[in-house]
């Protein structure tokens, strides 16, 4: 058994002390002891055991936060301006002939589909 280094008075071992260290003097008292040793061995083995699957599934859950919190970043985040068009396309197409049902305004701008996502 290791020893410590004694630094004060409340480091000194005492005989009750001493006597909880010893090795039990009869077989049943020693057999006792390392049931119980043993015992208490399988339950921390066991809450080690839960504390690892719990750690686990903490570190998934957290990661499923961490992407969520990306995905409504990305969705909130100010959009990109889209870069300009050519300047030819920003003239109105003065080749078409106006109908007579549409107005000069609308005869002079050609329209261009713009495609929105959500």
């Known amino acids: 058994m290791k ?28 057999l006792a002891e390392q049931a119980r040793l043993e015992h208490k061995r399988a339950m921390l083995e066991r809450e080690l055991a839960m504390w690892s699957e719990n750690q686990r599934q903490t570190a998934e859950r957290l990661q499923e936060v961490l992407d969520r919190l990306e995905v409504l970043m990305e969705a909130t985040a100010p959009p ?32 261009h589909a713009i495609v929105l996502e959500y």
């Open 3 to 30: 020893t410590r280094k004694i630094r004060g008075m409340r480091d000194v071992m005492t005989s009750r002390g001493s006597g909880g260290r010893s090795v039990p003097p009869t077989r049943e008292k020693i």
């Open 80 to 111: 990109v301006p889209a870069p300009e068009p050519e300047a030819k396309a920003l003239r109105p197409n003065r080749n078409r002939v106006a109908r007579d049902d549409e107005s000069d305004d609308d005869s002079l701008t050609e329209w």
